[in-house]
């Protein structure tokens, strides 16, 4: 559905009432935004989920290991919604939106209890839930998907049960087997692709990281696809493969990636794809709803469209529709990245790969678990992919934030650090 024009009619008064469906990271921050802002009227979060919210990137890594428990990975104390006076309802699930001259009006359940509540402004913040592939035996209680902190404790009560399949090459699978493996647990991850995460990094990034996996101990199957987890009587289970192979195991985890709720937001017949689609201030196609989070599509007023799922992502366009809705200035966005731990391989990426026309990598002999990938667009500096090179990454977030883009000539002496690189080009 390219080219989406989503139309801007927003400005008014400042609501009285917001309500925010979905309580992610992105709609707590929100949240937070407004009442740091100075914003005194009706906040309400509203979430499925029966927890206080709480954040996600923990569990595929921390959690599992038991660093950090139900108290710990909450995004706020409990006190803090009800010291900010922000109403926080859990366990309710929203179904029916109705746009009134008012404003909204949201019919949901808790409990039993059937409940209609009235609000000035909407804004979604849905998330996304795990994608369970159309696979014959993977909608078997004992195949795992992690998205929710449920979904965690389940995979944590089985990650030492035995042998464990990863179905999905991609961030959340990797870090599930780093970690498992770091537990002392057998991991097999099955990716039908030819490399790990071809859609997020590139080649070099993405080999790199495989030959850690292995080095990890992981069995890596690549260009294999799985046909069938099947359950035998016993309680032990296998994943075949198109060629034929049976990989057995006790626990299989889906990583096969993640689909945007936007039910809701169809229901009010707002333009989706891969997501609510939003402008760059998260005004969704009514000119009207916003939506921020991982529910959310980016659509540029160049018409670049773009799907992030992360929490810097999170953090900004909470931001921007907090500044949207008190009818202030729009921030501008700052260079987006994002981090993923795997192990020991630690990841950080600056700026958004998508038309890039060459790439240039950097390896230090002296130092060979660091890498860095840098892709140019017309010989400009465009991303970065940062591999235990933390100080590399800020220097290159910082130049990119600053608009400074050189091109490959100038970063291509793997013998002078990139900071002092940068500095030169900023002189």
Request: hydrophobic share 40%; with cysteine; aromatic share 4%.
């Amino acid at each position: 559905m390219t080219g989406v024009q989503v139309r801007v009619d927003s400005d008014g008064p400042v609501p009285h009432s917001v309500v925010i469906v979905g309580a992610s990271h992105a709609g707590v921050q929100l949240a937070d935004c407004l009442r740091g802002e100075g914003y005194t009227g009706k906040i309400t979060l509203i979430s499925y989920e029966a927890h206080p919210p709480y954040q996600r990137p923990p569990l595929s890594k921390a959690w599992l290991k038991g660093e950090m428990n139900s108290d710990s990975v909450l995004l706020r104390a409990p006190a803090y919604y009800s010291d900010q006076k922000i109403e926080l309802i859990t366990g309710a699930r929203v179904e029916h939106l109705d746009r009134t001259p008012e404003g909204v009006e949201l019919r949901f359940s808790r409990g039993g209890e059937r409940l209609v509540r009235r609000f000035d402004r909407l804004v979604l913040a849905t998330g996304a839930r795990a994608r369970r592939p159309a696979l014959p035996g993977a909608d078997h209680p004992d195949v795992l998907v992690l998205r929710e902190l449920d979904h965690a404790r389940s995979l944590a009560n089985r990650i030492q049960a035995g042998p464990m399949v990863v179905v999905g090459g991609g961030f959340v699978g990797l870090e599930v087997a780093a970690t498992a493996r770091a537990l002392g647990t057998e991991v097999t991850v099955i990716e039908a692709g030819e490399r790990l995460l071809a859609r997020a990094v590139g080649p070099d990034t993405a080999d790199t990281l495989l030959a850690a996996h292995r080095a990890m101990g992981t069995e890596m199957v690549l260009g294999a696809v799985p046909t069938e987890v099947r359950h035998r009587d016993d309680g032990t289970r296998c994943v075949l493969l198109d060629d034929g192979r049976e990989i057995p195991a006790a626990t299989v985890l889906l990583g096969v990636g993640a689909q945007a709720r936007t039910e809701l937001a169809e229901q009010l017949e707002l333009v989706c794809d891969c997501g609510i689609v939003v402008d760059e201030r998260c005004l969704a196609s009514d000119g009207w709803t916003l939506a921020v989070g991982d529910c959310t599509t980016t659509v540029t007023g160049a018409g670049v469209r773009y799907r992030l799922e992360s929490v810097d992502n999170a953090v900004e366009q909470a931001g921007i529709a907090a500044a949207v809705l008190l009818g202030r200035p729009v921030p501008d966005r700052p260079v987006p990245w994002f981090w993923s731990d795997q192990g020991d391989q630690k990841l950080q990426i600056a700026g958004l790969l998508t038309g890039h026309t060459s790439m240039l990598v950097r390896v230090d002999p002296g130092r060979p678990r660091r890498q860095v990938a840098l892709y140019f667009a017309d010989d400009a500096l465009l991303a970065a992919e940062c591999l235990n090179s933390p100080a590399d990454f800020v220097a290159l977030r910082s130049a990119l934030g600053r608009g400074h883009r050189p091109g490959p000539e100038v970063l291509s002496d793997s013998s002078v650090p990139l900071g002092k690189l940068l500095a030169s080009v900023r002189g």
